[in-house]
């Protein structure tokens, strides 16, 4: 029989045992391998479609693959009306079909979240689920879309983003996953909004060595791209094998004209970066504007982050 005091002592651990037991543990991030803590970076990128990630960070994310960082591409949405044919379930599958195979193609993983596509809000479930994210992942990074982007999900994305880059570090919130000793730094993606506030390149990546594998990935998802998404026609991929090749070009050229865009319109800020011969040479770049919540990275800190430069 217990005494007092031994009641004293156990009745707090019995009150810890109720809170572990109604905390139910928690799996690792589904469908994806948890990589080792090897002191490698881990980035994790938010995109409110399955192809806004690999649009706006696929360089980027193939560089730090290829030098054995760890990169997750999160779709915030499912995508399940991104077509002008077809939508629902066989849509939203086709393209989880897609971007994998682009992120094998990029050498990261990515997950989906069981969202329907144009309709994302910024509740404070889905504020969970994102911390959780970020949390599992053990973010140094995380990239998303700048809060004023034009479609709602994009927007949204980027609202829950912010609202995860402080709480990310509140052990009550969400005190079934660890909360961060270290808050990451958050990252927005370029656009060509001006209203408020243009998009200010903070840092600029050469992605001219993976553009191939970059182009390579987005050709990949024809749903989007080579058929046209949700405002594309049946003329635009037709039966004929030629005029299908030609799609196919066209899109690659498309999007290498996109990214010979950002390198122009950054093109000053080159040799921030990069020694002058060599920002000369660029055709191909990223760029990433910092956050102001969140971890404030200094120069030296970015140039850790991204390893890339001479
Ligand atoms: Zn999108």
């Given at each position: 029989?217990?005494?007092?005091?031994?009641?004293?002592?156990?009745?707090?651990?019995?009150?810890?045992?109720?809170?572990?037991?109604?905390?139910?543990?928690?799996?690792?991030?589904?469908?994806?391998?948890?990589?080792?803590?090897?002191?490698?970076?881990?980035?994790?990128?938010?995109g409110a479609h399955p192809d806004d990630c690999e649009i706006?960070?696929?360089?980027?994310?193939?560089?730090?693959?290829?030098?054995?960082?760890?990169?997750?591409?999160?779709?915030?949405?499912?995508?399940?009306?991104?077509?002008?044919?077809?939508?629902?379930?066989?849509?939203?599958?086709?393209?989880?079909?897609?971007?994998?195979?682009?992120?094998?193609?990029?050498?990261?993983?990515?997950?989906?979240?069981?969202?329907?596509?144009?309709?994302?809000?910024?509740?404070?479930?889905?504020?969970?689920?994102?911390?959780?994210?970020?949390?599992?992942?053990?973010?140094?990074?995380?990239?998303?879309?700048?809060?004023?982007?034009?479609?709602p999900d994009h927007r949204y994305t980027g609202v829950l983003?912010?609202?995860?880059?402080?709480?990310?570090?509140?052990?009550?919130?969400?005190?079934?996953?660890?909360?961060?000793?270290?808050?990451?730094?958050?990252?927005?993606?370029?656009?060509?909004?001006?209203?408020?506030?243009?998009?200010?390149?903070?840092?600029?990546?050469?992605?001219?060595?993976?553009?191939?594998?970059?182009?390579?990935?987005?050709?990949?998802?024809?749903?989007?791209?080579?058929?046209?998404?949700?405002?594309?026609?049946?003329?635009?991929?037709?039966?004929?094998?030629?005029?299908?090749?030609?799609?196919?070009?066209?899109?690659?050229?498309?999007?290498?004209?996109?990214?010979?865009?950002?390198?122009?319109?950054?093109?000053?800020?080159?040799?921030?970066?990069?020694?002058?011969?060599?920002?000369?040479?660029?055709?191909?770049?990223?760029?990433?504007?910092?956050?102001?919540?969140?971890?404030?990275?200094?120069?030296?800190?970015?140039?850790?982050?991204?390893?890339?430069?001479?």
């Amino acid at each position: 029989m217990n005494t007092p005091s031994n009641t004293r002592t156990l009745l707090p651990t019995l009150f810890a045992l109720a809170l572990v037991a109604s905390s139910p543990a928690r799996a690792a991030i589904e469908g994806v391998t948890m990589p080792p803590d090897d002191g490698k970076l881990r980035v994790i990128c938010f995109g409110a479609h399955p192809d806004d990630c690999e649009i706006q960070a696929g360089g980027t994310a193939a560089l730090w693959a290829k030098n054995g960082h760890h990169v997750l591409f999160v779709s915030v949405t499912n995508g399940d009306i991104g077509h002008w044919r077809e939508a629902g379930g066989a849509l939203a599958w086709r393209r989880k079909a897609e971007v994998q195979k682009a992120h094998k193609i990029l050498g990261i993983q990515g997950v989906i979240l069981d969202i329907h596509d144009g309709e994302l809000l910024p509740t404070v479930e889905n504020r969970r689920m994102l911390v959780r994210l970020i949390r599992e992942w053990k973010a140094d990074l995380v990239i998303s879309h700048r809060p004023n982007d034009y479609h709602p999900d994009h927007r949204y994305t980027g609202v829950l983003v912010q609202d995860a880059a402080y709480m990310v570090t509140v052990p009550f919130f969400c005190p079934d996953v660890p909360a961060m000793k270290k808050n990451p730094i958050f990252l927005y993606s370029p656009d060509r909004f001006q209203k408020p506030a243009p998009f200010q390149p903070d840092v600029i990546i050469s992605v001219d060595s993976v553009m191939d594998k970059k182009l390579d990935a987005l050709g990949i998802m024809i749903s989007q791209f080579a058929e046209g998404g949700a405002n594309g026609s049946a003329d635009l991929l037709p039966d004929d094998p030629a005029k299908q090749k030609k799609r196919h070009q066209d899109v690659r050229d498309g999007f290498a004209k996109r990214q010979k865009g950002f390198t122009e319109r950054f093109r000053g800020k080159l040799t921030e970066w990069y020694s002058q011969d060599n920002a000369a040479k660029i055709q191909h770049v990223e760029a990433f504007e910092i956050c102001e919540y969140g971890g404030q990275p200094d120069k030296a800190e970015l140039k850790r982050l991204f390893p890339f430069f001479d």
